[in-house]
């Protein structure tokens, strides 16, 4: 019976996959990259009553857990959060749109944002528009890509409800372990270790999570440290995915749990102070500050990465990943320290000038662009009834000065005049 077509199809197919899966047996799953000196795959065994080791294969489920997060994200966002944010006072800031202008709009997305002297005069004589009328279009094109409040607001709400239940979650599964409380048994019997179901769970959370927001980093509000965002997601996929595949489990819950414990306060109190709220705000980000100082400039590098790379070497000989892993562990401190600068410094500010004036990791656009509006230019957005207020403001303010010169005038004539009697 001649086979058909749909057989060779399959048989080649499944051909095509047995050669990549020896390829990366070959020269991915080398025994020396992910074990200890002295230890094979084939060592690596666990009975049923043990439990499941953690296989790479495992991770597969992240990848339609992150689009299931974003799809998740986009429906809390406007059924949740955008409420919410009305609801607690939050308020954008109206812009001026800039005007259609072909030439200065394909500048603007294919150049720079912040033109030049003297792309400014060559643009001018493009468009037929005076340097001022170019430099005033230029401001108000970059205020209107700036995100609005809401939008910050909707995406601090989203990031707060995760890691507090990450955190909630993450601290009950572990509060009972023994590593937890002596990090020196995240090694004994390793690397035959079993992975209890909460925590592979919450390995496979964790990384979908951080993919999502990697892949949304695109639309996110931008920040100052938009590249120390970007390393941070990348370094966190890393050494989530590498501790899982390694099975350094029990050390990579303790790395989750750190992060998680002070990032909801964050997100808190960015929530509030997109609300206006200045005084809770101000309390939840101290707080935050001190929890932050402490879990990640003393706890993780005195717990954490002291146990990887020091009492590590009690029970196995360094080996590639016991380097790797230790590298991706000391990139997130290097990130936490510069963090911590940031964070140091609005404490200052909180203890000095009385208030956080403005999220040190804030947009990149500064707000203070926002208030250089001229105020020629602002007749569509302000109303007339503010422009007469503030007109009489200054007219009263320079009534009340006149009086006072009067009257002052008048005390020096008076006191002249029985002298001159």
């Not at 949304?216 to 590249?227: A, E, G, L, N, T």
């Amino acid at each position: 019976m001649q086979a058909s077509p749909y057989s060779y199809f399959f048989q080649n197919n499944y051909d095509n996959y047995c050669r990549m899966e020896a390829l990366l047996n070959e020269w991915l799953w080398k025994d020396e990259y992910w074990l200890p000196p002295g230890i094979r795959w084939q060592d690596v065994t666990l009975s049923e009553d043990e439990g499941r080791f953690p296989l790479p294969r495992d991770l597969v489920y992240t990848l339609p857990l992150a689009l299931a997060f974003i799809a998740v994200r986009y429906v809390f966002e406007r059924v949740i959060a955008v409420p919410l944010s009305r609801h607690l006072g939050v308020k954008d800031r109206i812009r001026i749109r800039a005007a259609s202008v072909p030439k200065l709009e394909t500048f603007y997305k294919q150049n720079s944002r912040q033109p030049s002297q003297t792309e400014v005069v060559s643009l001018g004589k493009q468009c037929g528009l005076s340097q001022r009328q170019i430099h005033t279009w230029f401001r108000h094109r970059r205020n209107q890509d700036r995100p609005s409040n809401t939008k910050k607001f909707c995406e601090a709400s989203w990031r707060f409800v995760f890691y507090l239940a990450s955190f909630t979650a993450g601290l009950a599964s572990l509060i009972n372990t023994p590593w937890f409380w002596d990090q020196t048994e995240c090694w004994r019997g390793f690397p035959n270790q079993p992975v209890s179901k909460p925590h592979f769970w919450y390995y496979v959370l964790e990384l979908g999570f951080y993919l999502s927001l990697l892949l949304c980093v695109s639309v996110d509000v931008k920040r100052k440290d938009f590249k120390e965002q970007v390393i941070h997601h990348i370094a966190t996929i890393s050494l989530i995915g590498f501790s899982y595949c390694a099975n350094y489990v029990r050390v990579g819950t303790l790395v989750m749990l750190v992060h998680d414990s002070s990032d909801f306060l964050l997100e808190s109190a960015k929530l509030f102070h997109y609300a206006g709220w200045t005084r809770l705000c101000d309390s939840l980000f101290v707080i935050f500050a001190a929890v932050f100082l402490v879990t990640r400039l003393v706890v993780f590098p005195g717990k954490v990465i002291h146990t990887t790379l020091v009492v590590s070497l009690d029970f196995f000989e360094p080996f590639f990943g016991y380097y790797f892993f230790n590298v991706l562990l000391l990139v997130l401190q290097v990130l936490h320290v510069f963090w911590a600068y940031l964070i140091l410094r609005m404490v200052y500010k909180f203890m000095f000038m009385g208030k956080v004036e403005r999220d040190e990791r804030s947009d990149e656009e500064s707000e203070v662009e926002d208030e250089d509006e001229d105020p020629e230019e602002e007749g569509d957005e302000c109303s007339w009834e503010q422009r007469k207020g503030a007109i009489n403001s200054k007219l009263a303010s320079l009534a009340n000065n006149c009086v006072l010169n009067n009257l002052a005038n008048q005390r020096n004539l008076n006191s002249r005049l029985p002298k001159a009697r």
